[in-house]
């Protein structure tokens, strides 16, 4: 696997920063700056005030999202700050302009106070369209979430439910080419933070009508520290309430006895966890999803020799990337073309399965479309439009 840093920092040395903005009206005679400013602008502010909701017509609010962070859980690297955290989210809004075409801006904040946060962005909200937060760290990621929910705009962190969409429809697919079925799965999660628990609830179709998904059959999840069971007196509320809905016979032990027998690995957490022998011990062609980054919990040719049906990883430079971008910029794009008020868990699951649909013959090495399929963020708005009830 291919080191990238050195191109990637003589990118970043060239330009600057990957995003600028630009105007969609140029200023070329005395009536272009009259209508644009003063003082042809007094209507359109007099329209607004009337009439707030003008201002989805009127504005840029129509089709802008913040993305929000505040540095503490950058990538896989850890809690380095706001400034730090800046290239990612500059590139974060690059995808959501290349592929939902939505204008997007990065606002990185020099608080990790979750009350600090919350209040920053009720109050930057007016300007933007949707808030989609980036790498905050858990488990105030949650908190920070759910306290935004009646914000009147969608707002929703991606490292939990994109990671989660584009796994639930890599399963999908992944079921269909080795002839599973998803309501007989078994599936382990090695990481209890964002991912690993926005995954939890999806598979086990937590807060989501039966009727709309099949939930898996059984989740354990495991953490730095093992498997997480009701006799533990080290487990954080969260990782209590997990217990709830995750590991029904109270199994005990590490990570390779969490896997034994289980049919699906879901990853989101550190390199070289696992080993060709771990996954032999699993059950018959299991499903690996390997999403530690920038190195993988195991390699796919390590997986594959100890039997593996189908692996996919977070690298976009291996097979079956789970990537969320996939899901994200349709998300919005679907969001804010239908002006909803929030993303339900009925469009989580459309997205899902509008990614997955992307794929009409899935194979071993074609169970999650490819990163560059522009066709994908098209499906997956269409769905979650149709997905959305007030």
């Not at 802008?64 to 500059?90: F, K, Q, R, W, Y």
């Not at 032999?280 to 980054?293: D, E, Q, R, V």
């Not at 090495?365 to 560059?372: C, G, R, S």
Request: a negative charge.
């Amino acid at each position: 696997m291919k080191d990238y840093s050195r191109a990637s920092m003589v990118l970043h040395e060239e330009l600057k920063g990957k995003i600028e903005v630009v105007l969609k009206k140029d200023i070329a005679s005395q009536m272009d700056l009259i209508l644009c400013y003063s003082p042809g602008v007094a209507e359109p502010v007099k329209q607004i005030a009337n009439d707030p909701e003008r201002i989805w017509d009127l504005t840029i609010k129509n089709n802008t999202v913040a993305v929000i962070t505040d540095g503490s859980a950058i990538l896989g690297l850890g809690n380095l700050g706001p400034e730090a955290a800046l290239p990612v989210m500059e590139g974060k809004c690059m995808l959501f302009k290349k592929f939902g075409g939505i204008n997007a801006f990065p606002i990185c904040l020099d608080t990790q106070d979750k009350d600090e946060i919350i209040e920053t962005i009720k109050r930057i909200a007016p300007v933007f369209g949707g808030i989609n937060l980036e790498d905050i760290s858990s488990p105030r990621c949650f908190e920070i979430e759910q306290e935004l929910q009646t914000l009147g705009i969608p707002v929703f962190h991606d490292d939990q439910h994109g990671t989660a969409i584009v796994v639930l429809a890599g399963l999908i697919n992944a079921c269909k080419f080795l002839n599973k079925e998803i309501s007989d799965l078994k599936v382990v999660i090695n990481g209890a933070g964002a991912a690993g628990v926005a995954i939890a609830k999806l598979l086990k179709c937590i807060e989501i009508e039966s009727n709309v998904c099949t939930p898996v059959s059984e989740i354990i999840i495991c953490d730095t520290k093992g498997i997480i069971h009701k006799q533990r007196n080290d487990l954080t509320p969260l990782k209590f309430e997990l217990l709830s809905f995750t590991n029904p016979n109270n199994k005990k032990g590490t990570l390779r006895d969490a896997i034994k027998e289980a049919d699906v690995f879901i990853g989101v957490s550190t390199e070289d966890l696992l080993s060709t022998d771990d996954i032999t011990t699993m059950a018959k062609s299991p499903i690996i999803f390997a999403m530690a980054n920038p190195n993988p919990e195991i390699t796919p040719d390590q997986a594959y020799a100890g039997g593996a049906g189908v692996v996919g990883t977070g690298r976009s430079d291996l097979p079956n990337q789970v990537n969320n971008v996939l899901a994200f910029p349709g998300i919005f794009r679907g969001a804010l073309d239908c002006r909803a008020k929030r993303i339900t868990p009925k469009m989580k699951i459309a997205a899902a399965y509008a990614i997955a649909g992307c794929i009409t013959t899935p194979s071993r090495d074609y169970i999650i479309p490819d990163t560059l399929d522009f066709s994908v963020s098209e499906a997956v708005a269409k769905a979650v439009m149709d997905a959305y009830e007030e």
